[in-house]
């Protein structure tokens, strides 16, 4: 790709940025600067929060060893690339930053500034051939920790909740896209392995932002028969946490205790939470910058982090404590022991054709 950097920024007139990044940077020289781009906008109670989470412990940690900054770049993709132009000017040790959407545009990004060291996470690159050597990319298995999810949905709903629920369970993701998919298919697997016969009612909001959609889904779900929901939504999934309340029915969070995050806010709306499907993007980051301070952090590759790791996880105390029966309980624990042994692989959405996932989602459509 040949064309003049500095040229076409001036172009753009992105000169925001600079002027955000600017701030503050005089005194004291850190050991490390470490920049994380939001590429949507936090308070999402799940995902970019806890990317947020994962870059304050990294400062709480190494204090002065360290200066971290948190750049939001908002939504709108047409201002993903400028923006990661105009911090690869900077001085960054690392720049950090997540999603599928995003990946692409880190990655040509990358190409032309081989000096700068970059994390992805929630994503990958096509490193053959040696490509993208100064990328590190994380992937999760959100998988295994949707098949627990799964368990415990599946058993909330056959063994009955307060005040009763619906006949089936629901699936709300933010767009069709295989990482989605794979926390899909790991919970109808998990609830599968519980009950043969479950129903799930998948749909998808076509937005990580869009709370509204994902209220007006979630209320046609619950209204049609959805007794607990899960939500891989990001921000957009915080609509279903809200239809759970309106509606006296469950969801099952995802990435954040998304239960212990309302508790003190909105307790009546935490009592709709029965547990949340945990991606640690926290434990992720880091587990990479340690690595990363040792010098073994493996660029140019991709590391796909799972239960053993830590990195993703199932909630297992309030709601979910009180709600779940002890035959519940005894199934969740059994499958992350044989999870961790290989006893049971979690199918993946990842490599999945659109046929099988089309037929997957049609043998458990209520």
Not at 49 to 64: E, F, H, P, V
Not at 220 to 249: C, H, M, N, P
Not at 284 to 309: C, D, I, K, M
């Amino acid at each position: 790709m040949s064309f003049d950097v500095k040229a076409r920024r001036a172009l753009l007139g992105f000169v925001s940025v600079a002027a955000l990044l600017a701030a503050g940077t005089a005194g004291t020289v850190a050991q490390d600067r470490i920049l994380l781009l939001i590429n949507g906008a936090l308070g999402d109670k799940s995902f970019f929060d806890s990317a947020n989470r994962g870059l304050a412990t990294i400062k709480q940690t190494y204090g002065d060893d360290v200066e971290t900054r948190v750049l939001e770049i908002g939504d709108d993709p047409s201002g993903w690339e400028p923006a990661l132009l105009e911090v690869s000017e900077q001085d960054w040790d690392l720049i950090i930053g997540g999603t599928f959407s995003l990946s692409e545009t880190l990655g040509d990004v990358a190409e032309q500034y081989p000096d700068q060291n970059y994390i992805l996470f929630d994503a990958s690159l096509p490193y053959d051939g040696g490509a993208y050597p100064n990328v590190y990319s994380i992937q999760y298995k959100q998988n295994e920790a949707s098949y627990l999810g799964g368990i415990l949905a599946a058993g909330l709903l056959q063994s009955g909740l307060p005040e009763g629920t619906g006949e089936y369970l629901g699936f709300l993701g933010g767009m069709d896209i295989p990482v989605i998919n794979d926390f899909l298919v790991g919970y109808v697997a998990g609830a599968q392995s519980f009950n043969p016969d479950v129903k799930v009612s998948v749909a998808y909001a076509g937005s990580f932002t869009d709370a509204a959609k994902g209220k007006e889904l979630g209320l046609a779900q619950y209204r049609a028969g959805v007794g607990i929901g899960f939500i891989a939504a990001s921000q957009a999934g915080l609509g279903q946490v809200s239809a759970a309340k309106e509606t006296d029915q469950y969801v099952l969070g995802v990435d954040s205790d998304q239960e212990s995050i309302f508790a003190e806010s909105d307790p009546e709306l935490a009592s709709r939470v029965v547990s949340s499907v945990l991606k640690n993007v926290d434990v992720s980051l880091v587990r990479a910058y340690e690595l990363y301070r040792e010098g073994n952090l493996p660029f140019g590759t991709v590391e796909n982090v799972g239960l053993a790791e830590g990195a993703v996880g199932l909630v297992e105390t309030g709601n979910m404590a009180e709600l779940a029966s002890p035959e519940t309980l005894e199934a969740i624990e059994a499958a992350k022991a044989d999870i961790a042994s290989g006893a049971i692989v979690v199918p993946t959405g990842f490599g999945m054709d659109t046929a099988a996932l089309n037929a997957l989602r049609d043998s458990v459509r209520p």
